[in-house]
């Protein structure tokens, strides 16, 4: 398991882990707000808190080794941000279509 560790938790493994987490949170941001239909931002802040949840909780299973505490703050704080920046663009592109309606 300590080997395995060492190559999860290299530096590169972790700032690849941050891109491809970001790139699908942004997505996911974007869906569970189109999901939402009307107030698209909270229930995108809901699903950040919820996977905040589930990536910390997922830190602190057995059959993983745990990522240290600097790269998961990183790993949350820009994929959370890239997650709501998903959740805002298309809260963006809703205003926009429900002021194309109402003209």
């Known amino acids: 398991m300590d080997e395995y560790a060492l190559i999860l938790n290299a530096p590169g493994v972790v700032a690849a882990r941050v891109l491809i987490?970001?790139?699908?949170a942004l997505l996911g941001g974007y869906?569970?707000?189109k999901f939402a239909e009307t107030?698209?931002?909270?229930?995108?802040l809901i699903a950040v808190i919820f996977?905040?949840?589930v990536f910390?909780?997922?830190?602190r299973s057995p059959y993983m080794p745990p990522t240290p505490g600097l790269a998961l703050a990183l790993l949350l704080t820009i994929s959370s941000g890239t997650m709501l920046l998903g959740g805002a663009i298309r809260a963006a592109a809703a205003a926009?279509?429900?002021?194309?309606e109402m003209q």
């Open 31 to 33: 869906l569970c707000a």
């Open 51 to 53: 996977r905040v949840i």
């Open 96 to 100: 926009v279509q429900r002021k194309k």
């Open 56 to 59: 910390v909780g997922f830190n």
């Open 39 to 44: 107030d698209e931002m909270r229930y995108t």
């Open 21 to 24: 987490s970001s790139f699908m």
